[in-house]
Nanobody
Framework: QVQLVESGGGLVQAGGSLRLSCAAS????????MGWFRQAPGKEREFVAG????????YYADSVKGRFAISRDNAKYMVYLQMNSLKPEDTAVYYCAAELGAVVGDRQYDYDYWGQGTQVIVSS
């Protein structure tokens, strides 16, 4: 079992920045690829960013490429999502997820464990 707890969400003006954090506990963190997803009201949950077990490779949705950055600290069992140049369309609940193995998936069912989510609201 892996437990994931997100933090760092909030209300920010368009153009601003937020840094989301995800604290993991349980099994060996470095065994898991990690991802961030988001879900806006009335929409499906979508992939935002992913990172390999070592942190050596990262992947992004086209909508956030160049604005968001995912990183991890395996010693601290933490994964982060730095979000810059935020837009109103980034408003959503953001979820951290863990996938056992080397491959970073971009679909919900690729992931084995999920956090409870943290709300991000970007005002125009």
């Amino acid at each position: 079992q892996v437990q994931l707890v997100e933090s760092g969400g909030g209300l920010v003006q368009a153009g601003g920045s937020l840094r989301l954090s995800c604290a993991a506990s349980g099994r060996t963190f470095s065994d898991y690829a990690m991802g961030w997803f988001r879900q806006a009201p009335g929409k499906e949950r979508e992939f935002v960013a992913g990172i390999t077990r070592s942190g050596g490779a990262t992947y992004y949705a086209d909508s956030v490429k160049g604005r968001f950055a995912i990183s991890r600290d395996n010693a601290k069992y933490m994964v982060y999502l730095q979000m810059n140049s935020l837009k109103p369309e980034d408003t959503a609940v953001y979820y951290c997820a863990a996938e056992l193995g080397a491959v970073v998936g971009d679909r919900q069912y690729d992931y084995d464990y999920w956090g409870q989510g943290t709300q991000v609201i970007v005002s125009s």
